[in-house]
Structures are given as C-alpha cells and as structure tokens.
C-alpha cells in the first residue's frame, strides 16, 4: 500500500484539474474553489510524507486510514462523474471548441454527488450497518437429526479496530436474536495484540449457542504484522489470546476436530488453523484436523482464508460438506444490488463473498463482523451468517 500511495495521489490530482473545469463552469464562488484545492492539496501532502516516512504508518495507523478515508470521499466522486465530461469533451471538436457546457457540468456533479453520499455514510455508520444474510444448504447424507440445524458464522472482528460499545453491541444481540444451534467464528478476533480484545470479553462472552460456540485463529491472531522485543513475546501474546477465547466461552480449534452430538447422531466439525495462499502463514494441517475423522460423516470445516478451499479442500480424501471462511471483508468497499455483487476483491480472490458450490460442496464466504484499515465500510455491509441445514428428501 505504502509504494502505491505516490501513485494514487498523483492519479487523484491529474483527476482534480479535469473534473474542476466542471465546478468551475457551475460556481465561481471563491471561498468553494479555494476549498476545492486546499482539501485536496493538504490531504495529498500529509499522505506523501506518511509514504516517505514508513515508520509514521507504523505509528499511527489511525490517522494513515483517516487520511486514506478523506482520499476516497474526495477521488471516487469525481472519478464516477469523470465519464460524463468525457462524453462531452468527445464532441466539442465537431462543435467548433465551445466552453464548458454548464448543464453537462451539473450532470456530472449530479452523478458524483451519488457515491460521494454512499461513502459518507459507509465512513460513518457503515462500519455498524449490520447485515444478515441467510442461507439454506440441502444433503443427501445430513443425518436426520440435523434436519433444521441452524449456524451463526461471524468472522473477522477485528477488536482493535473498535471504538464503539453500542455499535458492538447492536451486532452482538443481532447474533442472540438469531436464536442459532451454534455460533461459529471463524478468526482475526484481534489486528495484531491479544490486548485489544481485553475491553470486549464481557460483550462477547455474553453470545448464547445452546449446542456451542467454536472458534479458530485468522492471519492476524498470530501477530505477524508487527515487531516483538523477542519470539518469546509474540509467543506470549498468542497463548493471551488463546485464552480469551476461553473466556468468552468459544472453544478454539487448533487443527483439530470434534463431534457435535443430536441423540444418537452427530457430524464432525472441524477447525484448521490459517491457510493462504501466496505470502501469508500455512499453519492450517487438514491432514491432521481430520485424523480422527470417519470418512463417511458429516463433515463441517472452519478454514479463515477462502484461498484453502479450491487450494486443498475440495479435492481433500475425506470429503467436506461445508467449509466457512472470511478474511477477504469483501475489502469493505463494494456494490450489491439486485443480485448483482462486485468488488475489487474479486480481482484477488476467486471466492470473496457469500455461498460457492461445486460437486456437491459448499464454501460460505463471510464479509466480516469489523473493519480493518479503511474505518467504515461502503457497500460491502458487516456480516451475520445464519445458515440452515436440511436433509434432501
């Protein structure tokens, strides 16, 4: 991020000296224009030198993603009503060079007004503008007494990133009101220190799963992403955290698998540590979380990164019904409407979102409980995973 940052900045002024031949052509109120430039010159400025210095990201990462959130408020607008001055632009040489039609300039603010609302509110209330997406996935071989049997999935809470108790906290009894068979987490409960989730056990302890709540680690649990004084310190701070999970009554599974039972019927569920593919960390051991595992059961498979799916699940010995993932948050920025779903995400991960199928198995995509880096969220809407599972008769 930080080598692309010159790069972004000088996109967004060569985009500025365009789309200000719109504003210009629509006002000429000094004080407006002055805004216009000084807004974007300050901003640019401050990003540069947090560029140059890379110690300052490192540093204070709150005013790195303030300043990355001003950005976007400022060049997406303007790059979404960019096309409309394009148009006109296209035909002004067969219009002997006439200035700058005014009513093309209101159309193009017109348009850029239109993100520039949707990121206002996805930087300020998106980050506890809550969803629930619900799914109903149908087997052959569930047994029958799962016939009903209804998930909670939450991922990628990302504690440190919090600042609000009641916007936790309306996410927290959105889960409890789902009245769920069982809560899964499926990892990144921190950025980066076991610490930051001190604050919040007692709200997260407070989530209710009458058969249980099971968790495993995500990317940033272990701690990668920042200098420890020793290993031993790192080490330390990931067994903090493995015993917060323990206090807010999640068994944490560690490449391991356990049965969950409904008389005399059960189906294995499953928890491998993180798994990605490229740079990240391949902690996760499929092999050994399901040693113990009869081929022939129902399995359910708890992986952070959806990378492991088409990397070794799907083709793995012991087939798997069900695998839930998180870690892409959909990059917290988006569109989904009317069926239609896109993100840039997309253009790194082949599954970013929501339910894939293939041969019969199951991946779930989650968007994400939190937010990390970029404070709010725009489009891509934190998540609550309800999923049901019925017997096909």
Known sequence: ?????????????????????????????PYFLWFYWIYDVLVGAVLLYFAFSGTLIRKFPALMSALVSMLLISFIPKLCGLPVLLLEDLTRPFRGEPARTVWVSEIALGVAAIPFLGLLFGLTRGRHYYKIHRETLFFDDLPDAFDGFTITQLSDVHSGSFTSVKGVQKGLDLVNQQQSDLILFTGDLVNNMASEMEPWIPAFAGLKAPVGKYSILGNHDYGDYMRWESEADQAANLNRLKVIHKEIGFRLLLNEAVSIEKGSQSIALIGVENWGKGGFHKYGDLEKATENVPADSFKILMSHDPSHWDAVTLDHKKPIHLTLAGHTHGMQFGIELFGFKWSPVKYIYKQWAGLYEKSGKFLYVNRGFGFLGLKGRVGMWPEITVITLKKRR
């Open 1 to 29: 991020m930080r080598q692309r940052i010159p790069f972004i900045v000088a996109l967004w002024f060569l985009i500025d000296l365009y789309f200000f031949q719109a504003v210009h052509a629509v006002t000429t109120i």
